[in-house]
């Protein structure tokens, strides 16, 4: 299917949304309340676009791409229409960038930059309400909320956790939970998803606030050890020290989705108590140990066990948190070193 944006012959397939060819052809239309996880919302109104022949713009993340279709993404109406729609948020928006964590990484601020709006053009009531830190690791400042919904659709449509949810009318329209309760175990996965979609600093991470902003970090890209799923997410270093856990979008197996212990369980690292070296028991105390002590040590034990017990009573089992080639490597220990087939792995249970 062949439609022309932008005086552009475009490309692409049955069932597009127009946000979506313009993406695959590297077209750039401003959202804000877009998420490729999510289905198209188009409540932001910055996407909307020319199309020849309607009278009026559209939103490209909702309308579908056809055969023939001649569009615009820039002209002098649209950007008079998305300058409107920014000074309209900024409205009701603290002007706080500077010590905003989000500074750097915020997609309000970038769209007000690009198109030169400055806050201070329409006058009114604005929110002045208090920061929400009523759980372990999410702090909610709701003045910052700009109701794009894309935490509440990420939570009951990916999630399905049904934590939060649009609550009040009108002016006062924002994400929260049944009755302003506090986030818990009990109504809350907090896998950190609405933090991950929110394109302001509404929403943050608790562990990482004031620890360091985009321009302050090194983002490390990895993998979660927690399982075997292999979901991809990237560290944030500063000071050689991990300060926050933010989603891959492009990642194959997780698609920036995370769960609890991948986003906010990274105390490990950096644990005092973490392990640095091998230790060899002798006398019922432990010893630090070189690593050809230690493994030289193990093969004597090993060698031991099977000259007396024989090797029908070695076995091997393996864990979700190491690599598929670490697992196979001690599954081919076991058989053809011990010459045992007792191999098991965690992951079976």
């Known amino acids: 299917m062949q439609l022309t944006i932008n005086n552009r012959r475009i490309t692409t397939e049955k069932g597009k949304t127009l946000l979506e060819a313009c993406r695959e052809a590297d077209i750039f239309v401003p959202t804000l309340c877009y ?28 309308t579908p791409a056809e055969e023939g279709m001649t569009v615009l993404t820039e002209s002098e109406t649209l950007t008079r229409l998305r300058k409107t729609t920014l000074s309209l948020i900024l409205s009701n928006h603290p002007n706080d960038c500077m010590c905003c964590d989000n500074a750097g990484d915020c997609a309000l601020q970038e769209l007000a930059y690009l198109y030169d709006v400055k ?8 929110w002045d309400l208090p920061i929400r830190e009523d759980n372990p690791f999410i702090t909610f400042e709701p003045n910052k909320c700009i109701s794009c919904s894309r935490c509440t659709r990420i939570c009951n449509d990916v999630v399905m956790a049904g934590t939060i949810e649009m609550t009040g ?16 175990l009990k109504n809350c996965e907090f896998c950190g998803q609405c933090v991950s979609t929110c394109p302001t600093g509404a929403l943050t991470d608790k562990k990482g606030r004031h620890k ?13 050890s927690y399982c075997g799923t292999g979901c991809n997410f990237y560290l944030h270093v500063k000071d050689k020290k991990v300060i926050k856990v933010s989603s891959d979008y492009e990642a194959p197996v997780n698609q920036g989705n995370l769960c609890i212990k991948g986003r906010y369980g990274y105390d490990f690292i950096h644990s005092p108590e973490r392990l640095k070296t091998p230790l060899i028991k002798k006398d019922g105390v432990f010893h630090e140990a070189t690593w050809d002590e230690a493994l030289e040590f193990v093969a004597t034990k090993f060698r031991e066990l099977i000259a007396k017990h024989g090797p029908e009573k070695v076995g091997g089992f393996s864990s979700s948190r190491c690599t598929n080639e670490e697992n196979y490597l001690l599954s081919k220990w076991v058989r053809c070193a011990v010459g045992s087939n007792n191999v098991d792995n965690c992951a079976r249970v």
């Open 212 to 224: 360091g902003r985009s321009h302050d970090v090194t983002k490390v890209k990895t993998t979660c």
């Open 169 to 184: 009318r009108g002016f006062y329209t924002m994400p929260d939970t049944a009755f302003n309760k506090p986030r818990s």
């Open 35 to 62: 998420d490729e996880r999510l289905e198209s919302y188009g409540g932001c109104r910055l996407c909307l676009v020319e199309i020849q022949g309607v009278a009026r713009p559209l939103a490209a993340c909702t």
């Open 119 to 126: 806050p201070g053009r329409y006058e009114g009531e604005r």
